[in-house]
């Protein structure tokens, strides 16, 4: 995820999408991968932006432990078949 923020630099909405777009053919993102590697602090906003845009996006809900032992439900992004 490195490169996708190294060519989608920036904190505009814009380049947000940009880095998600690019991340999710790679495979699914949940919403703490999005604000901790990709540097989006709103990913649920910027996938509902992503959706007004046309793009099928699918949320599965998971269950991730943090590094503090804590578990938190969050979003697991998945993109679907681009028409």
């Keep these: 995820m490195t490169a996708i923020r ?5 904190i505009s909405a814009q380049a947000q999408r940009e880095r998600l777009h690019a991340a999710l053919p ?7 991968e ?3 590697h990709l ?3 709103c990913p649920t906003k ?3 932006e ?3 845009d046309g793009l099928r996006i ?7 432990v ?3 032992g804590n578990k938190h439900r969050v979003g697991n992004y998945v993109l679907m078949a681009e028409s």
């Design 6 to 10: 190294t060519a989608h630099q920036g």
């Design 26 to 32: 790679q495979g699914p993102v949940t919403t703490f």
């Design 34 to 36: 999005a604000s901790r």
């Design 39 to 41: 540097d989006c602090y």
């Design 46 to 48: 910027r996938i509902a």
């Design 50 to 52: 992503m959706r007004r």
């Design 58 to 64: 699918e949320t599965v809900t998971e269950i991730t």
């Design 66 to 68: 943090t590094e503090s």
